[in-house]
């Protein structure tokens, strides 16, 4: 076999394998959408549908861990020590070297409910800090509601994410991670905007309802302490809250997801910060799916269609790879389907095409739908933004394959409001 028919059938081969894993992704989207078109207007109303008397009033702990956040940080406080809860501590980890934000910080430190907490390194990133403040709360803590310094919680948002632990197994709560504050500053926050509404709005929404692999988003999620002491912590990577969530499911508990309970929060307003900010999520991401590849696969407690659902979720990132790969596959296709003959059938690549590419626009529109927020539509940005991104997400993925350490690169927080949102108090 010559050079030419070498590259002719490795091309024909490696477009096949890439259509049938984006074919199976695109398969995915198209049962979410259905499962959720069916039941939009209860999950609208229950939120995750599951239900339970509130768990009478038990100690909560409100754990906020802060780097360089002057723009926002007496923000968050105001609204954490607003909450219509009893009882409730607010704990601050603090790792800042700015100079400006301890100083902020210091002016919080009398009042009763909060809890000021500084570090003076970075060691385990966002996890460490979190695991530092488990050594500060209050000993009749028995949940720890974690939020970053962006969010703006409700008054309720306790209460809300309580009555969801209805049975032990539930080890942590997530809720929606609603970023828009500053949706309407430009065209990147619109664009990121509406991405967040087919992941919150849609995706975690649908595993949750259709028995998928549900995981923590790092923020607006809660935790049993006790749950957090027996599975040693918050994970220490550069996406701690993907590995804590790992680290629950391999010691058999679940994670469930509420999207009726919206906390606002910022989104990136550069390319540049939203392009670090996913490209830590990539890396993290793919690293932590690699380290605890079997270990979830040979969880006996956990269903068939759960841990099938962990292959597709733990590999997201890496579609990005398969973008990029047949990107150039399609083009050795175009040469040999000009040439000779096409590798793949016109009728069927063409109808491939269409059922492939009409997946995540999909699920970005009901997504907006479910929130009853599709005035704000901004798919053609999103796409465009997604396309931008991708050869960043390919590489970061890649790392997150083959290197074992990554770095932190921290989102900045502008602290821009561009809207008022009903029942906030800002």
């Not at 069916?38 to 229950?46: D, E, F, I, V, Y």
């Not at 609204?79 to 919080?108: F, Q």
């Not at 948002?157 to 309580?162: D, E, G, P, T």
């Not at 508990?253 to 670090?276: A, H, N, Q, W």
Request: net charge positive.
């Amino acid at each position: 076999m010559d050079f030419i028919e070498v590259i002719k059938w490795a091309s024909f081969y490696g477009t096949l394998m890439i259509t049938l894993i984006f074919t199976i992704y695109a398969t995915r989207t198209y049962r979410f959408a259905l499962a959720l078109v069916r039941k939009r207007r209860a999950l609208l109303s229950n939120g995750s549908g599951r239900r339970a008397q509130a768990l009478g009033r038990p100690f909560v702990s409100v754990m906020i861990p802060t780097y360089n956040e002057p723009n926002v940080v007496d923000r968050i406080l105001r609204a954490c020590t607003r909450l219509d809860y009893e009882p409730y501590e607010v704990v601050v980890v603090d790792d800042s070297d700015d100079g400006i934000t301890p100083r902020l910080l210091e002016k919080w430190k009398g009042h009763p409910r909060v809890k000021i907490v500084h570090r003076d390194h970075r060691t385990g990133w966002k996890g460490g800090a979190l695991n530092e403040g488990l050594k500060h709360l209050d000993p009749r803590s028995e949940f720890v509601l974690v939020l970053d310094a962006d969010f703006v919680p409700p008054r309720d948002v306790i209460q809300r994410l309580l009555v969801n632990f209805t049975d032990e197994r539930v080890g942590a709560v997530q809720g929606y991670q609603w970023p828009v504050l500053n949706a309407d500053e430009n065209w990147i926050t619109r664009g990121v905007r509406t991405l967040m509404a087919a992941t919150y709005a849609f995706d975690f929404v649908a595993r949750e309802f259709c028995g998928g692999f549900s995981q923590l988003g790092g923020s607006v999620m809660m935790v049993r302490r006790d749950v957090l002491e027996r599975v040693g912590g918050f994970g220490t990577s550069i996406t701690e809250d993907w590995e804590f969530t790992l680290k629950l499911y391999e010691h058999g508990y679940r994670v469930v997801y509420d999207g009726s309970v919206k906390v606002p929060c910022e989104c990136p307003s550069t390319l540049g910060r939203f392009i670090r900010q996913q490209c830590r999520w990539a890396e993290g991401h793919t690293r932590n799916f690699r380290r605890y590849f079997w270990r979830i696969l040979k969880q006996k407690s956990l269903p068939l269609k759960t841990k099938l659902d962990f292959l597709l979720v733990g590999a997201i990132f890496l579609q990005s790879v398969l973008f990029l790969t047949g990107q150039g596959l399609v083009l050795i296709d175009i040469i040999y389907g000009f040439f000779w003959q096409p590798i793949i059938p016109p009728p069927i690549s063409l109808g491939l095409f269409f059922y492939i590419g009409a997946a995540y626009p999909l699920s970005m529109f009901i997504g907006l739908l479910n929130e009853g927020a599709l005035k704000e539509s901004y798919i053609i940005g999103a796409l465009v933004l997604s396309y931008l991104i991708a050869p960043f997400i390919a590489w970061a993925s890649i790392r997150g394959l083959l290197l074992n350490r990554g770095r932190f690169n921290r989102t900045y927080k502008t602290g821009r409001i561009t809207r008022e949102l009903p029942g906030i108090t800002i």
